[in-house]
C-alpha cells in the first residue's frame, strides 16, 4: 500500500488491486469519484417508529452500511446499498399504509353491519 | 411514454408538496384523539409484530407519543417511544447539514454521513429492542 498526499488531496495505491483510491471528498475535477449517495436514515429511522420494524430496521442496516462503504473508499457497493435502504424502506412505508387501509376497510364495514343490525355499537 | 421527459418536469418537483394533504389530517386526527384514552373509540391500528408476537418493537407506543408531542407533553411521549429523539437529532442535523451547504460552506458538516453515527443508530434501536422486552423493574419503565 502506497499513500502520498498533497495540500488538498490524498491518493492510496492499492498495489494488489493495482488500483488508484483517492480518499476525501475530492472536487468535481477528479472523475473517479462518482456523486455521494444518499443515505436514506431519516426514511428508515421514519418506517422504524411507524409501523414496520422489520423492513424499517433492514433499511437502517443497509443506510450505515452506505457511510462505512462509503468512507472505505467502495463506492459502488456504497450505492448499491443506497438503493436497497430506500426499497426496503419504500417497502415498510407502502406496505403499512396498504394494510391500514384494509384494515380500516373492514372496520368500517364491521361498524356499518353493527349499526345496521342495532347492535349496541361500542 | 417517455418517462425521462416527465421525470424532469419542473411542476412535478413540487409533486411532494401533496403529501402535505394526508399528512395534515393525520395530525389533526391524533391531536383530537387520544390512542390511550380512547376505548373502542376512533381507529388506531396495533403493530403487527405485537399482534402477533405479543412482544414490543422499538415503532411500539409510537401513536401516544406522537398524541402527547402534538400536546407538548413532551416528557410522556419520551416515555411512550424514545425513538423520536433520534428521529428529532437527524431532521436537525440533516437540516444543518442543508442549510450550511448553501450558505456557509466553511462550516459544513453533516452527522448523517458518518459511520460512527449510524452504527451508533443500529446499536441503539436493537438494543432497545431487546431491552423493552424484559420485564424486570428497571426494564419496564421503557415499555411502552
Known sequence: ?122 | MDFKKIKSSKYLKYGYLLLGIPIFFLVTYYYNNDPEAANGEGFFPRCFFNVITGLHCPGCGSQRATHDLLHLRIGQALKHNIVIVILAILIISKAYALLSKKYFPKYYYNLGHKSYFTYGIIIIVLGYWILRNIPYEPFTHLAP
Not at chain 1, 37 to 55: D, E, K, Q, R, S
Not at chain 1, 68 to 84: F, P
Open chain 1, 1 to 122: 500500500m502506497l499513500s502520498f498526499s498533497e495540500s488538498k488531496y490524498s491518493f492510496k495505491l492499492d498495489v494488489h488491486k493495482l488500483k488508484l483510491i483517492t480518499m476525501e471528498n475530492q472536487p468535481t475535477s477528479s472523475g473517479q469519484v462518482p456523486e455521494r449517495p444518499n443515505n436514506y436514515l431519516i426514511l428508515a429511522i421514519v418506517t422504524t417508529f411507524l409501523c414496520c420494524n422489520i423492513t424499517g430496521v433492514v433499511s437502517i442496516v443497509y443506510a450505515a452500511q452506505v457511510n462505512a462503504k462509503w468512507e472505505g473508499g467502495n463506492y459502488e457497493g456504497a450505492i448499491s446499498d443506497s438503493k436497497n435502504a430506500k426499497l426496503w424502506g419504500l417497502i415498510g412505508l407502502i406496505g403499512g399504509a396498504v394494510l391500514m387501509g384494509i384494515i380500516f376497510l373492514f372496520y368500517g364495514a364491521m361498524i356499518a353491519a353493527a349499526i345496521s343490525s342495532g347492535g349496541s355499537g361500542f
